[in-house]
C-alpha cells in the first residue's frame, strides 16, 4: 500500500511538474490562489464479480490557480454487494480527503484527476463490522456546460486496506469503477 501511495504522489507531482513547463502554470505565480469553489452530486458504479453496485456521494472544495482543487468527499453504497465466492454480504461508506487536478479548465472538454484517500467502514451482514483504510484514484474527462456546471466521466480502481475480518482481505473489497460527476460551483478571474 505504501508503494501505491508513493506511486500516486509521484504522479501528482510529474503532472503538476509538466503542466508548470507550459504556458498556463499552476505554481507559476509567487503563491496559491484561490480562485473558486465546486461541490459536486456524485454516482459511481462499481464492478465486483460480475455484479455492480451504485455508490453515491460528492465532494465539495475550494479551486486554487483554476487547476487544483482540495476538499472533502463522502460516498457509501446504494446496494447490499456479494462477496467473492458468496462468502456473505456487505455494505461500505467512506470520506476522505479529495485532491483534484484538472488542467486547462478553461477549454470546454478537458482532462480531470481525482485522488480520494480517508477512511470507511464496512458492515457484514452477520454483524461484524471493521473501519478501513481508502485509497482511490481516477482520471477521465469534463464538460464545461455553463460557467457553474460542469459534467465528469471518470474511471478509476478502489483499493482497500486495513481489513481485519478473518479469511477476507482488502483486495476482496477493492474493486473498479466508472463515475458520473455533476459538478456545480464558480470559478472567477481570467484566463
Known amino acids: 500500500m505504501k508503494k501505491l501511495i508513493f506511486l500516486a504522489l509521484a504522479s501528482l507531482f510529474i503532472m503538476t511538474t509538466a503542466q508548470a513547463q ?5 505554481f507559476g505565480h509567487d503563491r496559491l490562489s484561490l480562485t473558486g469553489f465546486w461541490f459536486s452530486a456524485t454516482h459511481q458504479f462499481a464492478y465486483h464479480e460480475d455484479d455492480f453496485a451504485m455508490l453515491r456521494g460528492g465532494y465539495g472544495g475550494f479551486e486554487f490557480n483554476r487547476t487544483l482543487l482540495l476538499g472533502w468527499g463522502r460516498f457509501n453504497y446504494r446496494d447490499i454487494v456479494a462477496l467473492p465466492d458468496a ?20 477549454k470546454a472538454i478537458h482532462p480531470r484527476m481525482n485522488f480520494l484517500t480517508g477512511g470507511g467502514k464496512i458492515k457484514l451482514d452477520d454483524g461484524n463490522s471493521d ?24 474511471g478509476g480502481y478502489r483499493f482497500v486496506s486495513d481489513t481485519d475480518f478473518s479469511n477476507l482481505d482488502g483486495s476482496d473489497f477493492g474493486a473498479p469503477f466508472a463515475q458520473i460527476d455533476l459538478k456545480f460551483g464558480w470559478s472567477w478571474g481570467s484566463w
Open 22 to 26: 507550459s504556458e498556463e502554470t499552476l
Open 87 to 106: 462468502q456473505a454480504q456487505y455494505e461500505m461508506k467512506f470520506n476522505g480527503f479529495n485532491l483534484g487536478f484538472t488542467p486547462q479548465s478553461h
Open 131 to 154: 473501519r478501513v483504510f481508502i485509497l482511490q484514484p481516477s482520471a477521465g474527462v469534463e464538460l464545461n456546460v455553463f460557467r457553474w456546471f460542469r459534467l465528469g466521466l471518470e
